[in-house]
């Protein structure tokens, strides 16, 4: 079945671009219809959608997030990437990403996620 | 803050039956948009429990439910477990933030 590991900084700088890549594993990311997202956690508290690529590039965005949110995939490496700029404390955060299943209504769950990977943003 | 409210905690005692509930509005659920639900325990990531409002990935106990109605949405468990105390989030769709990942407050499910 599907699996997805999340892998980067785990230290970033405030003020700098935060990195992350997801690696898909078991199938490939291009096949059905899917799209890949990034889900963010900071600790304690509940979960924030962060955004969510097609394979063709196509992207949607957390409006909150949107001006600093980039969202790449590249399907000859099976992988999908998140940068986060001029990050800030509370960018701090477990970062998970997940395959979503999208409906006909622009709506989606997502299943599975990768185990997630903590972030901490501090000189 | 979330659009979708949930109750902090909920408890029970091992065999009872508990509800989750996750409010809403008339731009997510009472749109009409479905609601899935997550199991997330201690230490781990999230994992689809429910999706489509009712619906059970393959694999998951039939000991949990999900219904939906109006602008809410519940997740009930019964015979509850040693193993279902973890924390749970709805999530749907709202139209007008245009977010596809519109995710309810969370709760914590104790067991007794």
């Known amino acids: 079945q599907v699996q997805l590991q999340e892998s980067g900084p785990g230290l970033v700088k405030p003020s700098q671009t935060l990195s992350l890549t997801c690696t898909v594993s078991?199938?490939?990311?291009?096949?059905?219809?899917?799209?890949w997202s990034w889900i963010r956690q900071p600790a304690g508290k509940g979960l924030e959608w962060i955004g969510r690529?097609?394979?063709?590039?196509?992207?949607n965005y957390n409006p909150s997030l949107k001006s600093r949110v980039t969202i790449s995939v590249d399907t000859s490496k099976n992988q999908f990437s998140l940068k986060l700029s001029s990050v800030t404390a509370a960018d701090t955060a477990v970062y998970y990403c997940?395959?979503?299943?999208?409906?006909?209504?622009?709506?989606?769950?997502?299943?599975?996620w990768g185990q997630g990977t903590l972030v901490t943003v501090s000189s | 803050q979330s659009v979708l409210t949930q109750p902090p905690s909920v408890s029970g005692a091992p065999g009872q039956r508990v509800t989750i509930s996750c409010t809403g509005s008339?731009?997510?659920?009472?749109?009409?948009?479905?609601v899935h639900w997550y199991q997330q325990l201690p230490g781990t990531a999230p994992k689809l429990l429910i999706y489509?409002?009712?619906n059970r990935p393959s694999g998951v106990p039939d000991r949990f439910s999900g219904s939906k109605s109006g602008t809410s949405a519940s997740l009930a468990i019964t015979g509850l477990q040693a193993e279902d105390e973890a924390d749970y989030y709805c999530?749907?769709?709202?139209?007008?933030?245009?977010?596809?990942?519109?995710f309810g407050t969370g709760t914590k499910v104790t067991v007794l």
């Open positions: 008339s731009s997510n659920i009472g749109a009409g948009y479905d």
């Open positions: 997940a395959r979503t299943v999208p409906t006909y209504d622009s709506n989606n769950w997502f299943d599975p």
């Open positions: 489509g409002n009712s």
């Open positions: 690529i097609y394979t063709s590039g196509s992207t």
């Open positions: 078991g199938g490939s990311i291009s096949s059905g219809s899917y799209y």
């Open positions: 999530q749907s769709y709202d139209s007008s933030l245009s977010g596809q990942g519109v």
